[in-house]
T-cell receptor, first 116, second 115 residues
Framework: EAQVTQNPRYLITVTGKKLTVTCSQN?????MSWYRQDPGLGLRQIYY???????DKGDVPEGYKVSRKEKRNFPLILESPSPNQTSLYFC???????????????FGPGTRLTVL | AQSVAQPEDQVNVAEGNPLTVKCTYS??????LFWYVQYPNRGLQFLLK??????LVKGSYGFEAEFNKSQTSFHLKKPSALVSDSALYFC?????????????FGPGTRLSVLP
């Protein structure tokens, strides 16, 4: 089954404790992205990656890091989480960035993060 | 830079009535426009998109959207609403002429279909 998986689904942590949220897709997609969803603000893009070893900042990258060492994985790293990073996080992947027929993003189930 | 506006936080409609969820956009190049739906405690699901061609796009679950270039709008419509359509709807845009540009989502519109 084609899917995007995220782990963990729920996480409660404390300020300053480094954490990683994993994202994996089994569709051989080149494009992957991380979003955070906050009430009234919709989804805001944190980082995206157009291929292995190619990443770029989205609209709200501060406080986050990403890496893309393999095509299928795109982990989100919070080196020193703060309470303002409490949010719902979504990973997504897409199979054609260059204006092809599809250009549709497939979303993971989300990770609800609480930073105390 | 591109942007998306969804002017209504909430849309209420009676079951069986037509529904419209509004979206306007701003982009410097050619707009690639999308609608996604989010059900409670779920990720976003793709509904439909406009890349090129016919201005009226048909998507999943009986939804359709009309691309209007002069009004920079991409309103989502359905002729007859169902209670099960109640969800959070997001419009998104990408600049089709700029490879690598990120996607921008609107703030979302909560649709409530009343029985």
């Amino acid at each position: 089954e084609a899917q995007v998986t995220q782990n963990p689904r729920y996480l409660i942590t404390v300020t300053g404790k480094k954490l990683t949220v994993t994202c994996s897709q089994n569709m051989n997609h080149e494009y992957m992205s991380w979003y955070r969803q906050d009430p009234g603000l919709g989804l805001r893009q944190i980082y995206y990656s157009m291929n292995v070893e190619v990443t770029d900042k989205g609209d709200v990258p501060e406080g986050y890091k990403v890496s893309r060492k393999e095509k299928r994985n795109f982990p989100l790293i919070l080196e020193s989480p703060s309470p303002n990073q409490t949010s719902l996080y979504f990973c997504a992947s897409s199979d054609d960035l260059a204006g092809g027929i599809t250009d549709t993003q497939y979303f993971g189930p989300g990770t609800r993060l609480t930073v105390l | 830079a591109q942007s998306v506006a969804q002017p209504e936080d909430q849309v209420n409609v009676a079951e069986g009535n037509p529904l419209t969820v509004k979206c306007t956009y701003s982009v410097s190049g050619n707009p690639y426009l999308f609608w996604y739906v989010q059900y409670p405690n779920r990720g976003l699901q793709f509904l439909l998109k406009y890349i090129t061609g016919d201005n009226l796009v048909k998507g999943s679950y009986g939804f359709e959207a009309e691309f209007n270039k002069s009004q920079t709008s991409f309103h989502l419509k359905k002729p007859s609403a169902l209670v099960s359509d109640s969800a959070l709807y997001f419009c998104a845009v990408r600049d089709g002429e700029n490879y690598g540009q990120n996607f921008v989502f609107g703030p979302g519109t909560r649709l409530s279909v009343l029985p």
